[in-house]
């Protein structure tokens, strides 16, 4: 704990305690996480904000996402080029938005994000087949693949256009009991 | 402007880099583009700000601030637009060179961003931004970017156009351009403040600097990418620093200057006292570890151990620092009188370990039990008032646990909301079944069975296909498990009671001529009734084939049953017990009464007036039921919390360590097959839990140490069950969610809370206390040391009030106005819930009606767009290009008007033509509305405000 001050400068951690859910100490343990994922490409000091990035196949690795069925679109929804690559700003943005304290809209926009697999913006017939695919481990047979993907996008497909638009899946995941206490990880 | 605005324009501005992204992925450009608009999204504020000061130029004077390049004066806006308009059709023909020529072109062109204000000529920019793109690539495309907006969004439409893409783009550009707009105007208020500052302006300026704060606040909520809000941030913080300083004038101002001050001491030194209060919450990690082991159920009891734990800590302190500790020190100290010393005929034995862990000897002389209190009204220099505090500390223990029981029911209630909702049944399986906090494969490999399980029964259901075999037999058997389960309850109950009237006997045999067993028989029997119980109505719940969730409750709902029933066996013969103790007070208090009367009769004979001192160890005393009920309870929880420990050990890691390293040398395989590792028991330990907290209510009152010797049991429990989870337990095969059940376990912590202090008021209320020992001894009623008290330590007119308001005539009222008030309310609660459901309704009719009428315009929308290619077809190769420059501004705007009214009718023919090239996939597919995304459709707003901004110049 001695080497506190040379990771961050005292102003770079209450500029992100301002931007994300965090507390101070959680922010070191994020970058202690972020610097072990790969230290050879991740320096310890971080007063000159150095400009690199972990690449996906690293951050995917962690416990708190290799079992989850979601986690490379998590990863890429997060970076900024969409390839998964994230950089420490990204990465700490991926943890506020799931951490516990994030706001249920904040947290659907994202959510939309993870299940959008084809970034059109829209939640269509084939998102919704990955989506179901990868919770089920592919267990269900295709017609029953087809008669769940029909069923949702009919209850919640509210402007008739055959997907979902974020206004939609919005209206649906607002009213979700489970949906805060699910989408969250802690670090 | 409000904060309304600045956030949808923000959000708006974030979903159109995210459009943006997607759609350089279909771009040939690509590349050169998307750099282009990064490049100005990072800068792009300042940019605008810079520009718009421009803009406003000729009004006010320069201050050269921080000036730090060459500048230019900028020519008025026709002349502009004028250029403007050359330099897009020039660009047209000249293409491949576009950045060089638009640099010459821009009227004001910043090279670096902190450029304020501009005054040399045309030339000058043009030199250096020739130099400029000597040195690198990236520093032209800043320099583009940093050319004026409007151009070069038309630019990027144009290209765009070229190469296809949808019109949905140009909308972007419009509202990125809005968002400009916006920006500008803010900024304009803070240039406004560095000249003269006359009050409007000076109101202005403060409600940039309070909504930059409120900006600031609720960054962390906005759904940017962090380089953003990083930006953003020092950029407001800045700008705040800057100018908020200067708010106010003369008096005014240093009084705000101080509130500034002040305001930011109170902000740091909140987050440095948040950040302390998250270290302080024990366990944390501990928790998260579980967390992600074994999904957020098991967790759930953990969070909830902990959360008893902090009930239990409040309790200890009220009566460890009210009740025990003044007692202590400033109560006579142990020896002085008999009821703080050890009887002679104990004495010996009084040291021995035996009789200390019954928590007899020593033990039940001490603060630790009710019996030792002295009836002294005031003790110790500080006239601590012992007997009252003892009795409100009492009523204050209970009274806090039914607060903070309530409170959090209440909490949680909100929290989840309407969850009776069924109409989002596989969408809600869709997407929110999955537990983000798992990260553990067998708990993942549990939770994709059970999702996957979870979805084939929505789909049988959906199908209603639910074959019901023989629905006799299933009736029968529920009806067969039922009775069995009330057999197994009946049992039990008498059991116990057995139990403890044997106890009964052998205490009035003694003690000390039983075993071991004889002795702890009661306490013995009740914990293993509680271990062995459900585990045989698991055994029968098979029987009744219920859905695992119904199946739950049920057996939740049984044990609930089996322990309340032990418990409430239990206090009856407890007051059996009582009854027989009060019997035996009377006698020694007739015994002692005839005693002394002999004794002073012999006294006043000798009439030298001093009485034999008696040792108080040799006193003749009353039994003290109080504090045999305390022990009583002591010794409940103190066998509770060994066999549950003992349980842990023996079927949670002893069975671990058999199977694993019995499995090389067996003839099956253990881990597979029948021992297998233990399952962490969710609902089992929450109720044990539970349970254990009702048995601390009801005894704390006799028995002060109770709560102390819980929290150290809760203390124990937490680790050793953590580390019992992490080294022994499998995760559990059927996965329930946590949050619904939570209130579930609160209610029947309510009802526990409730049922617990029923008995204890009971005996407060109706039987009066020994006569020579505890606090309130000599005493009728416990509760009389409030009358005591109000007639001694009060004013006169106090006590004469409290009388008239205890009156029946007034209390009688009161209670009826409140069956009324709560009447009242209830019935309206009513009210609302049945128009929340009427209401809920009207909206699912007015979604379905909806759903129609998009899907009918959606079909015109297709058809007139058929017919407008057909019409486009004919028109081909008509219109020139240089028009289309000129048109495909107006069609995109009007494009976007027309987006936003909810559905889109054909596009302006003019337009079409102009995009004949493009497959016109697009607006086939998605004939719905473009806000597609958050902060979209809020464009309307955006656009409202850009009309003012444009009037003006």
């Known amino acids: ?61 962690m416990p708190e996402l290799k079992e989850n ?47 959008d697999f084809n970034v059109d913006n829209f939640l269509c017939k084939e998102d919704l087949e990955k989506t179901l695919n990868r919770l089920t481990k592919e267990e269900l047979t295709p017609e029953e693949v087809e008669l769940v993907c029909d069923k949702t996008i009919e209850e919640a497909d509210l402007d008739g256009d055959n997907k979902l638009s974020f206004a939609d899946f919005e209206n649906m995941i607002s009213r979700a009991p489970d949906f805060l206490s699910t989408f969250h990880i802690r670090i | 402007m409000s904060q309304d605005s600045l956030d949808s324009l923000v959000t708006s501005e974030n979903d159109i880099d995210i459009r943006l992204d997607v759609d350089d992925e279909y771009e040939q450009e690509r590349q050169s583009g998307r750099r282009r608009k990064r490049r100005r999204r990072s800068g792009d504020k300042k940019e605008k700000k810079k520009k718009h000061q421009r803009r406003r130029s000729s009004s006010s004077a320069r201050d050269g601030r921080e000036e730090r390049q060459t500048k230019k004066r900028e020519s008025s806006k ?35 961003e902190k450029t304020r204000k501009t005054k040399t000529a045309e030339r000058e920019t043009e030199k250096r931004n020739e130099k400029k793109m000597d040195k690198s690539p990236k520093t032209i495309e800043r320099k583009e970017s940093e050319g004026k907006n409007t151009d070069k969004s038309k630019e990027r439409k144009k290209h765009k156009k070229v190469q296809n893409s949808s019109d949905e783009e140009k909308t972007k550009e419009e509202s990125e351009e809005d968002k400009e707009e916006q920006e500008e105007l803010d900024k304009e208020q803070e240039e406004v403040r560095s000249e003269c500052l006359s009050p409007e302006e ?26 953003k809000k990083l930006v ?7 700008f705040v620093e800057k100018y908020e300083g200067a708010l106010g004038k003369g008096k005014g101002r240093k009084i705000y200057a101080y509130k500034v001050i002040m305001t930011k001491k109170w902000m740091k030194f909140e987050r440095d006292f948040e950040n302390f209060k998250t270290t302080l919450i024990p366990w944390e990690m501990k928790i998260k570890e579980i967390e992600s082991h074994f999904g957020s159920s098991v967790a759930s009891y953990f969070i909830f151990l902990r959360w008893m734990y902090g009930i239990n800590m409040i309790l200890f302190c009220l009566t460890f620092g009210l009740v025990m500790v003044p007692e202590a020190l400033m109560g006579r100290p142990y020896g002085s009188i008999p009821r703080k010393t050890v009887p002679r005929a104990e004495e010996a034995s009084a040291m021995d370990f035996a009789v200390l862990w019954d928590f007899g000897g020593y033990a039940q002389y001490s603060v630790l039990f009710y019996g030792f209190y002295n009836n002294q009204r005031a003790i110790g220099w500080l006239k601590f008032r012992m007997p009252l505090s003892y009795f409100l500390v009492g009523v204050g223990t209970v009274a806090y646990s039914y607060m ?17 909702d069924n109409s989002f049944n596989f969408s809600w399986k869709m997407f929110t079944s999955w537990d983000y906090l798992i990260g553990n494969t067998e708990t993942a490999d549990n939770k994709f069975a059970s999702i996957t399980t979870s979805f084939k029964e929505a ?16 009736r029968f058997l529920r009806v067969l498990a039922n009775f069995l389960v009330l057999c197994c309850l009946a049992g039990s109950g008498y059991l116990i009671y057995f139990v403890v009237r044997r106890s009964q006997k052998f205490a009035l045999d003694g003690l000390e001529n039983h075993t071991w067993w004889e002795r702890n028989e009661v306490n013995m029997v009740m914990s293993l009734l509680g271990m062995f119980c459900p585990m045989l109505f698991d055994v029968i719940s098979t029987l009744e084939n219920y859905h695992p969730r119904v199946a739950l409750q049920w057996q939740l709902g049984r044990i609930f049953a089996l322990f309340l029933g032990n418990l409430y066996t239990f206090i009856i013969a407890l007051m059996d017990e009582i009854n027989l103790k009060r019997k035996e007070e009377m006698i020694v208090k007739y015994n002692i009464t005839t005693w002394e009367n002999s004794f002073n009769g012999t006294v006043s004979e000798n009439s030298t007036a001093t009485p034999i001192s008696l040792h108080p160890a040799d006193v003749p005393r009353g039994p003290c039921w109080e504090t045999m009920v305390g022990q009583e309870f002591v010794r409940l929880i103190i066998s509770d919390t060994m066999t549950t420990y003992i349980t842990l050990l023996i079927g949670d890691f002893l069975r671990a360590v058999l199977v694993r390293f019995l499995n090389h040398c067996w003839c099956w395989d253990l881990e597979a097959g029948f021992p297998s590792y233990s399952e962490f028991d969710v609902s089992g330990n929450v109720l044990g839990l539970i349970f254990n907290q009702g048995m601390i209510w009801m005894g704390a009152f006799y028995a002060p140490c109770l709560p102390a010797l819980n929290l150290l049991r809760l203390h124990i429990s937490m680790y050793l069950q953590c580390w019992a989870v992490m080294c022994c337990n499998v995760p559990q095969e059927r996965v329930f969610k946590a949050s619904g059940s939570n209130n579930f376990y609160m209610a029947m912590l309510l009802v526990i809370l409730f049922l617990s202090t029923l008995p204890a008021i009971y005996t407060i209320v109706t039987i009066p206390p020994s006569f020579d020992c505890g606090p309130f001894s000599g005493k009728n009623r416990m509760f009389d040391v409030i009358h005591e008290t109000l007639e001694s330590d009060f004013p006169v007119w106090f006590s004469k009030v409290f009388s008239y308001a205890s009156n029946p005539g007034l209390v009688l009222p009161f209670i009826l106005l409140m069956v009324l008030a709560i009447y009242y309310l209830q019935s309206t609660s009513k009210n609302y819930k049945e128009a929340n459901v009427k209401l809920k309704k009207k909206l699912q009719m007015q979604n379905e009606e909806n759903k129609k009428k998009n899907k009918r315009a959606a079909l015109k929308a297709q058809m007139d767009l058929e017919e407008a290619r057909k019409a486009s077809s004919q028109q081909k190769h008509v219109s020139p290009r240089r028009h289309q420059d000129v048109n495909e501004i107006h069609c995109s705007r ?44 809020r464009q309307s707003e955006t656009r409202m405000h850009r009309v003012p901004s444009l009037q003006r110049h």
């Open chain 2, 78 to 112: 026709k002349q502009r637009e004028k250029h403007f308009k050359e330099r897009t059709t020039e660009r047209n023909e000249e293409e491949a060179q576009t950045s060089s020529v638009k640099a010459t072109k821009t009227n004001k062109n910043i090279n670096n």
């Open chain 2, 232 to 238: 953003s941030l020092r950029e407001s913080q800045e």
């Open chain 1, 69 to 115: 069925p979601f986690r490379n679109r998590i990863v890429e929804s997060f970076s900024e080029g969409g390839d998964g690559n994230l950089s420490f700003n990204e990465f700490v943005d991926m943890f506020s938005v799931l951490s516990e304290m994030a706001p249920r809209e904040l947290k659907a926009i994202y959510a939309f994000k993870i299940y």
């Open chain 2, 404 to 420: 903070v029981v309530i409170r959090t029911m209440a909490r949680n209630a909100n929290e989840s909301g309407i969850g009776d």
């Open chain 1, 1 to 61: 704990m001695g080497n506190k001050q040379t990771i961050f400068t005292d102003e770079q951690l209450d500029a992100y305690q301002d931007c994300t859910f965090f507390t101070r100490k959680e922010i070191l343990r994020l970058h202690g996480r972020y610097h072990e994922l790969a230290p050879h490409l991740v320096p310890m000091d971080y007063t000159n904000e150095p400009d690199c990035k972990v690449p996906l196949s690293l951050i995917v690795n």
């Open chain 2, 459 to 474: 789909i049988l259901e959906e199908q209603e296909s639910r074959k019901d075999d023989n629905i006799h037999l299933t």
């Open chain 2, 894 to 937: 009007q494009r976007h008007y027309y987006s936003k009214n909810g559905r889109n009718p054909a596009p302006p023919v003019g337009d079409r033509s102009l995009r004949r090239s493009a497959p016109r996939t697009y607006q086939h597919v998605n004939p719905g509305p473009p806000g597609y995304l958050p902060g979209l459709p």
């Open chain 2, 202 to 227: 000076l109101e202005k300026l403060k409600e940039a600097v309070d909504e930059r704060k409120k900006l600031i606040q609720s960054l962390r909520v906005k759904p940017w990418p962090m380089k």
